[in-house]
C-alpha cells in the first residue's frame, strides 16, 4: 500500500488489459472506505492495520469479480454499487446500498451518476482531510499516457451521447484532486487546477467526438 495523500491509501496495481493499469483507495475518514477494488488479497492484512474496511463504493461492473465477497467476509463491510448494474454486481456479493440519483450520503460521499461507459458508471465526489476535494471518475475519465483527459469510451459497448451528457456534469464539479480507476501512464491521481478544470473535461469532450466519429 502507498500512502497518497494523509487520508489517501493506494493499493497495488492490478493490469486488466495490455496498457491499462487499476488501482483501488482507501479513504481514512470518519469511517474507512474503499473505492473501486482490490486485485488479490494480498494486503488484506495491510488494510487490517489501516483499521479494515467500512464500506466499499464501485463505480462500476468492470470491478465486480471473486475478491467482493472475500472483502465483504474478511472486513464485514457495507458494498455500494449502482442500481443500473445490480444484476451483475449482485452475482459476486451482495450490494448493502444501492445507488441511484445524485445525493450525499452520510459517510460524506456524493454519489454522482455519470453513465456512458457502462450504463451505471458512477463518480463520487469526497472533501479530503486536508481541504482536498477528491473526484473519484471511476472509467469515465481518465488520463492518457500523453497527459490529456480522456472519455472512457469503448465502441460498440459505450453510449457516446450518455457519457458527453456525463463529462458536461463532471465539469462543473471543480476538484483539485482527480482519481480514475483504470488509466494509462504514470498515475491515476492527479492534481488539477479547479479553474481550469472545465477546460480539461472540454478536452476529452472533443476527444469523444472524434473518437465516435472514428468509429462511425
Do not use: C, K
Request: hydrophobic share 40%; proline share 5%.
Amino acid at each position: 500500500m502507498r500512502r497518497v495523500f494523509a487520508d489517501l491509501w493506494e493499493t497495488s496495481s492490478d493490469n486488466p488489459f495490455p496498457g491499462l493499469t487499476t488501482h483501488a483507495y482507501l479513504w481514512t475518514s470518519s469511517r474507512n472506505i474503499l473505492f473501486y477494488s482490490v486485485a488479490s488479497d494480498a494486503e488484506f492484512d495491510e488494510l487490517d492495520r489501516l483499521g479494515g474496511i467500512d464500506d466499499q463504493y464501485l463505480s462500476h461492473q468492470d470491478e465486480a469479480g471473486p475478491l467482493l465477497a472475500a472483502i465483504s467476509e474478511r472486513f464485514r463491510s457495507t458494498l455500494h454499487a449502482p442500481a443500473a448494474e445490480a444484476d451483475r454486481i449482485g452475482d459476486h456479493a451482495r450490494i448493502g446500498v444501492t445507488l441511484a440519483g445524485r445525493h450525499a450520503d452520510d459517510n460524506g460521499v456524493e454519489a454522482i451518476p455519470t453513465p456512458g461507459h457502462s450504463p451505471g458508471s458512477t463518480s463520487y465526489l469526497v472533501h479530503g482531510v486536508d481541504g482536498d476535494r477528491y473526484l473519484f471518475t471511476g472509467d469515465t475519465l481518465y488520463r492518457n499516457a500523453s497527459g490529456r483527459w480522456t472519455a472512457g469510451y469503448l465502441p460498440g459497448i459505450s453510449e457516446a451521447e450518455r457519457l458527453a451528457a456525463s463529462l458536461e456534469i463532471l465539469g462543473t464539479l471543480a476538484p483539485n484532486v482527480v482519481i480514475s480507476s483504470a488509466y494509462a501512464g504514470d498515475s491515476a491521481v492527479h492534481r488539477v487546477d479547479p479553474s481550469s478544470w472545465t477546460a480539461d473535461v472540454a478536452q476529452a469532450t472533443l476527444g469523444l467526438q472524434t473518437a465516435v466519429s472514428r468509429n462511425a
